[in-house]
């Protein structure tokens, strides 16, 4: 395995080349031979049925797990070919997770759940906890930095979920069901902050099942049918999908 480099700069953010995935031998793959390309900046929708692989693809491109063949580049860097340790680094410094039961610690306060990946990634605490001060104040929580995550609602919990992804400042936001979990106006509410934090340059890649959040974020979409892209194309515009 070889070790951690920092990333070229490239305008293709994500690239998958011939992946598949299997979990146990003689079981049907998760994913089949999948090539995707998605460029930096860029937003994209991977929809499907459950157990289609969706959520296979967005762990394979978080780090969290490895392909069985093919090749996975997350901006420049073969991260498949990583050892665990740079992989975990990597992973600290370029990648942003928010997941759809937020995942957050509850004996740790607001402040030290967003602190949390900063410290991981050995950032400096006094520079980690004025970056979390400005995320706190960037998604409407400030106030609540003190709070344990069982006293906050839904929506407050994704937010700190949302500002968590962002402490390292990583060029690509993963996001699986962001929004599942929520009532309808406060997924609207963090819909809104996902399409502004990708207007602002992150590349969003988020699972959902609602084509809507899709609109919302004018992503292209990406459908997965049985582990595969279906047809072997996506729709919208952006870098194409290739079999």
Do not use: C, W
């Not at 929708?45 to 490895?66: E, F, H, I, P, W």
């Not at 340790?85 to 997770?97: I, K, N, Q, S, T």
């Not at 991981?120 to 709070?147: M, P, S």
């Not at 996001?175 to 309808?184: N, Q, R, S, V, Y």
Request: proline share 4%; no cysteine; aromatic share 2%.
């Amino acid at each position: 395995m070889s070790d951690y480099r920092q990333p070229a700069d490239t305008d293709e953010a994500i690239r998958l080349d011939a992946v598949s995935k299997t979990y146990q031998t003689g079981a049907p793959p998760a994913l089949t031979q999948v090539s995707l390309r998605i460029g930096a900046g860029e937003a994209v929708a991977v929809m499907g049925q459950s157990g289609s692989g969706k959520s296979t693809l967005l762990n394979l491109l978080a780090g969290l797990d490895r392909p069985s063949s093919g090749t996975v580049t997350v901006a420049g860097q073969r991260i498949d070919s990583l050892g665990e340790g740079a992989l975990a680094r990597f992973r600290a410094r370029h990648v942003g997770m928010v997941f759809q039961f937020f995942n957050l610690l509850d004996d740790l306060t607001v402040m030290d759940n967003v602190l949390l990946p900063a410290q991981l990634a050995g950032v400096a605490r006094r520079r980690a906890r004025q970056r979390a001060e400005e995320l706190l104040a960037r998604v409407g929580i400030a106030r609540h930095r003190d709070a344990y995550p069982a006293r906050l609602s839904g929506g407050q919990r994704q937010r700190v979920a949302i500002a968590r992804a962002l402490i390292n400042s990583p060029r690509l936001l993963l996001a699986d069901e962001p929004t599942g979990a929520l009532d309808t106006a406060t997924g609207l509410e963090v819909s809104t902050l996902l399409r502004e934090l990708n207007a602002e340059g992150h590349t969003l890649v988020l699972v959902t099942h609602d084509p809507q959040l899709a609109q919302r974020q004018r992503a292209r979409v990406v459908r997965i049918v049985d582990g595969r892209i279906a047809d072997g194309r996506t729709e919208g515009a952006g870098l194409e999908a290739v079999r």
